[in-house]
């Protein structure tokens, strides 16, 4: 069987009062998010000029001294915010393999700051680098422009499948959301040859995950072409009853457009209907290139129950994902499981009251 090609969405199409236009832009994120889990996203309104002038100066970042970057890594805040040390996170399913990257962390919108007193570590405030104001600055407004990619989508999804069109917007509001660059790191020509990876294979755990293309540098660091067609984002597809693992496809944009991806939370409140595809970022096969990308994670507010929603919940939907489970119960269990917040995070949950209420009963008693 052949796939048809993943679709492309134009923003413009999504916000149209053209009812054609709005139903093209319909069945491109029903094909799109529904088969591959993704869609290409044209008319997003970022600039070539002020992409390359966000990794101009995410690159002089990273080329500070180990010990500088030190003082930006924040594990106390489980790395949402600041520097990311290499070697830190891991995917789920890797085995215990660390990626091969070193990635900064920051919110580009404002957040509920009563859902901050409940989880200071996922709605902290910004680290910015001293002496950086033009990092600070873009890094900011092209983050607040990726947000508003991933609202518009979301009104686009609800619209696809009449939701009122506020729906999935609504439940976003205030959230942890963050905006994320990543230095993908040189690889040794023993590792280049053994075909390590960049990014194991995962899918993302947040809602939609907003990936405006990036840039490779060869071994002097100079921007340069993609090095060869092994290296680069790829996606697993839906399982068929011919091909029972997928197949992985290459997951490249058309120029001048960016990708758009389903998160795991986005699959849950649909009842599987998107889906949240496996993906995996390979290294080029010669060794000595790095790669600058970014990705803008939309959230859902960590007070959002995580279960079907609307025309998605079905008795078979809602028995596929079930437990019902908070957005911020799910967020913290998968920071664990990724390796950037601490196990004993876990002990926050549910039954550490019932110490509590024990040792509090028997304060009483001796009373
Ligand atoms: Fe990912």
């Known amino acids: 069987m052949t796939l048809p090609a993943v679709p492309t969405v134009s923003l413009d199409d999504i916000r149209s009062s053209d009812p054609s236009r709005r139903a093209r832009a319909a069945e491109a994120l029903k094909l799109g998010f529904g088969t591959f889990g993704l869609v290409y996203v044209a008319d997003h309104g970022l600039t070539a000029a002020e992409q390359d002038r966000f ?37 789920v399913a890797a085995g215990g393999q660390p990626d091969f990257k070193e ?29 950086e104001d033009e990092f600070r600055e873009v890094y900011t407004k092209v983050g607040k422009l990726l947000h508003m990619v991933g609202e518009t989508l979301l009104v686009g999804v609800a619209q696809s499948y009449g939701l009122d069109a506020q729906t999935l917007v609504g439940l976003v509001q205030g959230a ?39 840039r490779f ?7 340069c072409a993609k090095p060869d067609e092994a290296s680069g ?16 496809v290459p997951g490249v944009a058309p120029p001048g457009c960016m990708v758009a991806q389903v998160g795991q939370q986005l699959e849950i409140l649909t009842g599987g209907t998107l889906v949240a595809t496996p993906h995996v970022i390979t290294a080029p096969k010669t060794s000595g290139y790095s790669r600058l990308s970014s990705a803008h994670f939309v959230h ?68």
Request: charged fraction near 25%; aromatic fraction near 10%; include cysteine.
């Open 55 to 91: 990794y101009d100066s995410f690159h002089r970042l990273t080329k500070k001294p180990e010990s500088e970057k030190q003082t930006w890594a924040r594990a106390d805040l489980w790395y949402q915010r600041g520097w990311t040390p290499p070697n830190t996170e891991k995917a």
């Open 103 to 131: 990635c900064w962390f920051n919110a580009p919108m404002d957040y509920d700051e009563a859902a901050a007193r409940l989880h200071p570590e996922l709605y902290a405030p910004n680290v910015w680098p001293e002496g």
């Open 176 to 214: 942890p959301h963050v905006f994320r660059a990543l230095r993908y790191l040189p690889l040794s020509t023993e590792q280049a040859d053994a075909r390590i990876l960049w990014g194991e294979e995962h899918t993302d755990f947040n809602l939609l995950t907003i990936l405006p293309g990036g």
């Open 217 to 223: 540098l060869d071994a002097d660091e100079k921007p």
């Open 233 to 248: 984002l790829f996606l697993r597809t839906r399982a068929t009853a011919e091909n029972p693992n997928g197949t992985l």
């Open 300 to 367: 859902l507010h960590t007070d959002v129950v995580l279960a079907p929603i609307g025309p998605f919940r079905t008795a078979a939907s809602v028995a596929a994902y079930r437990p019902p489970v908070l957005a911020s119960t799910y967020d913290l269990k998968t920071l664990v499981d990724i390796g950037l917040a601490p196990r004993e995070a876990l002990d926050a949950l549910g039954y550490r009251h019932y110490d509590r209420l024990a040792s509090a009963h028997e304060n009483e008693r001796n009373d």
